[in-house]
């Protein structure tokens, strides 16, 4: 793990690049003491001024200066500041991952969707879930999950072929039938529950039942942002929060926050429920039992 403090293609000038100066923060240690990582700093004079290429600029140089044999992942101190393309050119340049928390929340949503389920007095495995594909590998892990555990998902992708070559895979291994479409907008108003992967999904989020639960378990969380500025009816979970106080030492430096959002918890590759503690719904911080009486029992049946 190399955590990045301050992160964040045109040509940056030699005589610029000679003044970031990364240096070490501390090791990371797990409680057996055994250094999982390394907290790096890139100080630069007049920081606030630089643009968004000096600052990916500095942290190549970071990464270069402390990455060995054993570093795997980059976890930035905050994901908002790059765009997608800017993610893809540092894994490029560095051939170590950036975490995003994607992995992470894929692990855990089925698990989360089990405890809401009994907050809610409810058999979510009754209802019929959309899963708006990004054609991944997580996204058929998700399917996969899902199909052990509930009787209805559909798919909705761009990738006709791909979709169906899984929904087979799905069918062959759980006995379950997947439903599939290109036109989204015209299903939407079917579903109480959509989970979404996608970076650039286009919906009609007027077609969205006032009841829906949306999971955006996408990056930049563009749907969510949509949604939450045009319909706020709609509860949108953006993320889930984790305590990783028996996994990391340095938890202050880590994170100020009691808490840590998925994108920092993936480092840790633990899937255990009981580290799981909120979800972010529109920048507010819910337990999945004030989720259910004080935000979704409040609207009307669903």
Same mark, same amino acid.
């Given at each position: 793990? =190399?955590? $990045?403090? @301050? /992160? %964040?293609?045109?040509? *940056? +000038? ?19 003491? =055994?250094? $999982?990582? @390394? /907290? %790096?700093?890139?100080? *630069? +004079? ?23 044999? @054993? ?30 928390? @994607? ?200």
């Amino acid at each position: 793990m =190399e955590h $990045i403090r @301050k /992160g %964040i293609f045109k040509y *940056i +000038p030699m005589k610029w690049i000679r003044k970031i100066r990364p240096k070490m923060i501390t090791d990371f240690t797990n409680n057996k003491k =055994e250094t $999982i990582g @390394k /907290g %790096i700093g890139i100080f *630069i +004079p007049n920081s606030n001024k630089l643009s968004k290429e000096e600052l990916i600029e500095g942290i190549l140089k970071g990464v270069e200066k402390f990455k060995s044999s @054993k570093s795997r992942n980059i976890v930035l101190y905050n994901l908002d500041i790059l765009e997608l393309k800017d993610f893809q050119y540092i894994e490029k340049k560095t051939g170590l991952r950036i975490l995003n928390g @994607k992995q992470t929340m894929v692990e855990f949503l089925p698990m989360v969707l089990k405890e809401l389920s009994t907050f809610l007095e409810r058999k979510l495995i009754d209802e019929e879930i959309l899963i708006i594909s990004d054609n991944s590998f997580l996204t058929y892990d998700l399917i996969k999950d899902l199909s052990n555990r509930f009787k209805f998902l559909t798919i909705v992708g761009n990738d006709g072929y791909w979709i169906e070559d899984i929904s087979k895979k799905i069918y062959d291994t759980t006995g379950l039938s997947i439903f599939y479409t290109r036109d989204i907008n015209r299903i939407l108003k079917n579903y109480s529950i959509i989970i979404n992967l996608n970076e650039d999904v286009l919906i009609d989020i007027y077609k969205l039942k006032s009841t829906t639960i949306v999971f955006d378990l996408s990056i930049k969380k563009l749907l969510a942002r949509r949604i939450n500025s045009s319909n706020k009816n709609i509860l949108v979970i953006e993320d889930f929060l984790f305590s990783c106080e028996e996994l990391l030492l340095e938890r202050k430096i880590f994170d100020l926050g009691k808490e840590v959002p998925s994108y920092k918890y993936e480092v840790f590759q633990d899937n255990n429920i009981e580290n799981f503690r909120k979800v972010v719904v529109n920048i507010e911080e819910y337990t999945l039992r004030d989720l259910a009486y004080k935000k979704i029992k409040k609207r009307s049946n669903i």
